[in-house]
Structures are given as C-alpha cells and as structure tokens.
C-alpha cells in the first residue's frame, strides 16, 4: 500500500504533498453501537452527571444533553491532552437561537468535566423545559483508534503552504476519496470534517467578538491579524446527525466543540466554543 505520502504525489500534489502528510493528525472515531443508558461513553439518554454537579443553564433554560465520554476508556490521541481518568458531559442549545457565528452565542453549549467514572453515579432525568425532540435516545459509542485525518482545503494550517488554484482542486479530489473510506459518525480529535467552512476559525473569529454570520467578520478577523490563530484549536469533539439516537442537526449538520490548546492542557472546559454547521 502507498505512504500518504505518495497517494498525494499520485493525485497532482507532489510539490507539498510530505509538508501535507506532516499535517496528518490522529483521532478516535466513535461507532455508534446499541439503544442503551449505561454508564458509558454514548450520544443521548439521560447523563450520568454527578448530583453536585448543577444542569447547564443558558438564558435561564437548562440545555439539552448531548453526549457523555469515558475519558477512561478512551485510547490516548497523540497531540489531544485529554485528562486520562473521569468524565466528559457535553451540552448544547440545539440551534434554535444558537449556531456559534456570534459573540451571544456564548454559554449555549457547555462542557463539564468530572475527576470521577461514569459508573459512580445514577442517571439524571433532565430538567422540565427541555423540548421534547432534545431528548435523544441513548446510543453507546465504541470508541475505535488508529484513524488518520487530513486538514479540509480551507484549514489555516494548508493555507500556510500556499497551494496554487491546480493544486486546491487536486487535494478537494483527493479529499473527497478519503472521506469516503472513513466512517461517517462522531470522532474525538483530528480534524474536523467541515459541512461548510473551517469551524476552526469560526471559533477563533467569535471568540473575538466578530460576527461571522456573514463575510465582514472573517474579513475583519483577516485585517486584525486573527486568522493564523484557528491552527490553536483542537477538536474535541465531533458529533454527526444520527437516526438511531433521533439527533438531527439541521439538515444533516454537525456539531464541533473546540478548545484551544492551551486551555485544553489546563483543563478549562469552559472554554470551549461550538459551532454547528449544515447543509
């Protein structure tokens, strides 16, 4: 079987194609298994969150549910400085008033990290007010190593090799192939599979202050000098729109909660931006 490498020496990218296997980075797919509630990692049901821990609000709203990890059970991703024992509870909004394109957007998705397993706590029914079609069947995730990613054609971080219009149009190709080999559900890591644009730097932008519902505020992160800074953000979770657990994103969107690195190196979950993209 060819290197990387050479699969993109093969598709018309000889000129930068080892400078883009260098930016190749790992994840961990998550394969959607059985209808459950167990205390494991799983999209929807009911979460595991320990009693003292308060129900996310936002807006004085408590936010749906989305997903729960078992950091214990998770196979260590180089270059994603996960805590290695407790666990990880994500929220968010929805989407009805929050996308993650503007600075108001903050708050309406949340992650919680607890120091202790899933196993050491009782589920917890979600507040009332929580919609009805916000309350996701539960679907255990198998978590699955050993999954390179590649940057999407917009990441700063292929920007930086300045590839000619050719060379764009070689790589959207090529990209379109691998994603056809992999799964298409829930990942931890790597990069992220855009729907429509870096959410990478769409965080990075927001984050800022700048409105990214249109193109002024990628135009004026641009003239401020912020766009070099989307390569910060890791990937912490990905999650796709999935029938099985009645999780529809939109028209077939996904979710992307980031942190920035160095937040994720000192734990602060409360950092993390979300940002939803679909079709």
Same mark, same amino acid.
């Given at each position: 079987?060819?290197?990387?490498?050479?699969?993109?020496?093969?598709?018309?990218?000889?000129?930068?194609?080892? &400078?883009?296997?260098?930016?190749?980075?790992?994840?961990? %797919?998550?394969?959607?298994?059985?209808?459950?509630?167990?205390?494991?990692?799983?999209?929807?049901?009911?979460?595991?969150?320990?009693?003292?821990?308060?129900?996310?609000?936002?807006?004085?709203?408590?936010?749906?549910?989305?997903?729960?990890? &078992?950091?214990?059970?998770?196979?260590?991703?180089?270059?994603?400085?996960?805590?290695?024992?407790?666990?990880?509870?994500?929220?968010?909004?929805?989407?009805?008033?929050?996308?993650?394109?503007?600075?108001?957007?903050? @708050?309406?998705?949340?992650?919680?990290?607890?120091?202790?397993?899933?196993?050491?706590?009782?589920?917890?029914?979600?507040?009332?007010?929580?919609?009805?079609?916000?309350?996701?069947?539960?679907?255990?995730?198998?978590?699955?190593?050993?999954?390179?990613?590649?940057? &999407?054609?917009?990441?700063?971080?292929?920007?930086?090799?300045?590839?000619?219009?050719?060379?764009?149009?070689?790589?959207?190709?090529?990209?379109?192939?691998?994603?056809?080999?992999?799964?298409?559900?829930?990942?931890?890591?790597?990069?992220?599979?855009?729907?429509?644009?870096?959410?990478?730097?769409?965080?990075?932008?927001?984050?800022? @202050?700048?409105?990214?519902?249109?193109?002024?505020?990628?135009?004026?992160?641009?003239?401020?000098?912020?766009?070099?800074?989307?390569?910060?953000?890791?990937?912490?979770?990905?999650?796709?729109?999935?029938?099985?657990? @009645?999780?529809?994103? @939109?028209?077939?969107?996904?979710?992307? %909660?980031?942190?920035?690195?160095?937040?994720?190196?000192?734990?602060? %979950?409360?950092?993390?931006?979300?940002? %939803?993209?679909?079709?």
């Amino acid at each position: 079987m060819p290197s990387l490498a050479q699969s993109l020496e093969d598709s018309g990218l000889a000129r930068i194609a080892k &400078d883009i296997e260098t930016l190749a980075i790992p994840a961990v %797919f998550l394969i959607p298994g059985v209808p459950s509630e167990d205390s494991c990692s799983r999209i929807g049901g009911r979460p595991n969150l320990p009693s003292e821990l308060d129900w996310p609000i936002w807006h004085g709203e408590a936010l749906p549910f989305v997903a729960q990890l &078992d950091l214990t059970a998770i196979p260590e991703i180089e270059g994603l400085y996960l805590p290695r024992h407790g666990s990880l509870f994500f929220f968010y909004e929805g989407g009805l008033r929050a996308w993650g394109f503007k600075p108001e957007d903050e @708050g309406s998705a949340r992650v919680i990290y607890a120091p202790s397993s899933l196993a050491d706590h009782t589920l917890r029914t979600p507040p009332e007010g929580v919609a009805a079609e916000m309350c996701f069947t539960g679907i255990t995730l198998k978590p699955e190593p050993g999954h390179v990613t590649l940057p &999407d054609g917009q990441d700063q971080a292929l920007e930086r090799l300045m590839p000619t219009a050719e060379e764009r149009k070689h790589y959207s190709e090529f990209l379109e192939a691998w994603h056809r080999q992999e799964p298409p559900l829930h990942r931890i890591g790597g990069h992220p599979e855009p729907v429509q644009g870096d959410p990478k730097l769409e965080a990075q932008l927001v984050s800022h @202050g700048l409105y990214c519902g249109n193109p002024t505020g990628y135009q004026r992160g641009k003239e401020l000098g912020l766009w070099a800074g989307a390569t910060d953000w890791k990937l912490l979770l990905q999650v796709d729109s999935d029938d099985s657990a @009645g999780m529809m994103w @939109g028209d077939v969107g996904c979710l992307y %909660f980031l942190i920035r690195e160095q937040d994720l190196m000192r734990q602060m %979950f409360d950092k993390v931006w979300l940002v %939803f993209q679909c079709c």
